[in-house]
């Protein structure tokens, strides 16, 4: 099992730019999550998904877009990257959500 | 104020010493308690889970919950330098919805020297 895959591991985006982080699973679970980590602020929700078909927002949505039209993957979408957006971007998923998921080693985006 | 607080360290043990690692919280609906750990430039890894208050045992880890005080403590025994890390607690409620819903600590960051 590949576990959780992300792709790509670094990017560079203008302002304004838009792009689409991807994020596949191979473990047939349910529950996907995208999170954002920042220096001081920690690992702060995005998005997440209970299955496909179903998402919803979690504590910062603002500016980005998920959909979930298979088990295996969920992408997340800038619409129109900013600076503010520059982060680290994990995503993870779980069979069950009370306990734990296993998370991606990350996308590392940069808007200059 | 943020619903989990963390101390950010550095943390610096000599190999060998007992580590505690603590987060308190202060939303009362948090049923599920979880440590990661985070190599540099990788994701968290989770490292043990635990529901509602009492201790859980996994090898040189103990994870305890005090639910009345709102306190969650990761125990290293035997510390080693491959444990130099940052350690992130997170929590979530009960209720499936809400269980979908990390919330973490902002993390500690562990240095065992030699």
């Known amino acids: 099992n590949a576990g959780v895959t992300q792709t790509p591991k670094f990017q560079v985006l203008k302002t304004g730019q838009s792009m689409t982080l991807q994020c596949a699973q191979d473990?047939?679970?349910?529950?996907m999550s995208w999170y954002r980590q920042d220096p001081g602020m920690g690992l702060r929700l995005i998005h997440y998904?209970?299955?496909?078909?179903?998402?919803d927002q979690g504590e910062v949505p603002n500016g980005y877009n998920v959909s979930r039209s298979t088990t295996e993957d969920f992408p997340l979408r800038l619409l129109s990257a900013a600076p503010s957006q520059t982060s680290v971007y994990f995503c993870a998923s779980s069979y069950d959500s009370f306990y734990g998921y296993t998370f991606g080693s990350g996308t590392r985006l940069t808007v200059v | 104020q943020k619903e989990v607080e963390q101390d950010p360290g550095p943390l610096s043990v000599p190999e060998g010493a007992i580590v505690s690692l603590n987060c308190t919280y202060s939303n009362s609906a948090f049923q599920y308690f979880m440590w990661y750990r985070q190599y540099s430039r990788k994701g968290p890894e989770l490292l043990m889970y635990t529901y509602s208050s009492g201790n859980k045992e996994d090898g040189r880890f103990t994870a305890q919950v005090d639910k009345s005080s709102k306190y969650i403590s990761l125990f290293i025994r035997d510390s080693q330098p491959s444990d130099s890390a940052t350690y992130l607690c997170?929590?979530?409620?009960?209720?499936?919805?809400?269980?979908?819903?990390?919330?973490f600590g902002t993390g500690t960051r562990l240095q065992v020297t030699l």
């Open positions: 473990m047939n679970h349910e529950y």
């Open positions: 997170a929590m979530s409620g009960g209720l499936t919805g809400t269980a979908s819903k990390l919330t």
């Open positions: 998904s209970v299955g496909a078909g179903i998402t």
